[in-house]
């Protein structure tokens, strides 16, 4: 390799056999692996799924790339297009059917931080405990121990059982102790999904610097287009597991958004991975679409949405969110809906929504399904998180009406200006003069 280069993939595929991965995140793969290795059932199992094995299939396919040092690297794409699959191969955790991966320095790998974390000891507890499976010696530990607490902001709860910490205190604390590695190489999957937008900013900061100044390199792979845009330098689109862009990530965002917005009426997600926050799934959403069978609607129109969802355990209050977005991956807004049903476990229900879309603008939109319940501690609980279905919304328009131009005029046209009055004030001189 190159004096700095720190990744070199070379004709590397990846082939596997149905049923024996998820296409979900690195994290998630390396749970039920385990699992399968001591003859336990899978913990991602999808509800329905029978777990069983078929044809052959290539996650990844013919992949060539460089990484030098100093780079940020993104890595963006759909769901199942081999994005976990290739972080796990460079961080060999498996190895590639065919090609080669040569990597200079040691690597990090951020997953689903806290993984490592026992409920019952104090956050600081753990910080040892994680630090040493993370390959940190003690005396490491104890030189960064005060670095580790400062970052994470959690100094006044660092005595506590993490049982009682928030997931995104458990992000925080995570991401502090795997952040104090001195590592050359960084590799970071779907990590900032939750936590507050300021400790968000200070590891992409922190991330940012430690490609730009300290020469380190850094893999991102996000869902998040603006994390991109503000950590990385360099992006990478991969589609059915081969690289079909490679360059500036204001490009690759363009391109991936544009693969995101398909004309779909129906969507299955028996094979979408769930994100890695996702901490418990007791609802599965099997499909979704659109009773009207198609995805272009007017604006004095109403979408009825069709879900189709399971029950893991007994749900009371099952609410649900529809995020909306432009194609740029900007929110538009949010639909809300509480109390939709209760749900008994291995029960199957047909949810039938509806909403209208009288204050859109021209354009398409694409959206997510978030479904939440409140816990006993009356905060909100994600138990669902998929990809929705797009869709297009026009404006029937009257002989010379301006097409919209959202890009120069916003997200809203804006409705209810009325004309009040039109007076005569011209000047016109007095009769007989």
Known sequence: MEKDTMIAVRGVSKRYRIGQINSTTLQRELQSWWARKRGKEDPNRKIGSKGTYGDLFYALQDIDLTVHAGEAVGIIGANGAGKSTLLKLISRITAPTTGTIDIAGRVTTMLEVGTGFDGELTGRENIYFNGTLLGMRKEEIDEKIEDIIEFSGLREFIDTPVKRYSSGM?????????????????????????????????????????????????????????????????????????????????????????????????????????????????????????????????????????????????????????????????????????????????????????????????????????????????????????????????????????????RNWGKIALQGAEVISVRDRTERPEEGK
């Open 170 to 406: 458990y992000m925080k604390l995570g991401f502090s102790v795997t952040a104090n590695l001195n590592s050359e190489i960084i590799i970071v999957d779907e990590v900032l999904a939750v936590g507050d937008n300021d400790f968000q900013n200070k590891c992409i900061r922190y991330m940012k610097e430690a490609s730009s100044l300290q020469g380190r390199t850094v893999l991102c792979v996000s869902h998040n287009m603006q994390q991109i845009r503000k950590l990385c330098t360099r992006c990478i689109v991969l589609d059915q597991g081969r690289i079909v862009f490679d360059g500036d990530p204001e490009e690759a965002i363009r391109i991936y958004l544009h693969q995101q917005v398909r004309e779909e009426t129906t969507i299955d997600y028996s094979d979408i991975a769930r994100p890695s926050w996702l901490k418990e799934q007791p609802l599965f959403l099997h499909s979704a679409h659109f009773a009207e069978e198609r995805s272009s609607f007017f604006h004095d129109e109403k979408i009825r949405l069709v879900l189709d969802c399971s029950a893991a355990a007994d749900i009371q209050g099952v609410s649900l969110r529809i995020e909306v977005r432009d194609p740029f991956d900007e929110p538009t807004g949010t639909f809300i809906l509480y109390d939709l049903a209760d749900l008994r476990k291995d029960e199957r229900r047909e949810i039938t929504v509806e909403y209208p879309l009288r204050e859109f603008s021209d354009g398409t939109y694409i959206t997510v399904y978030n479904f939440f319940v409140r816990d006993e501690l009356g905060s909100n609980l994600n138990i669902e998180n998929v990809p929705g279905l797009s869709f297009q919304v026009r404006r029937k328009r009257t002989a010379g009406e301006l097409d919209w131009d959202h």
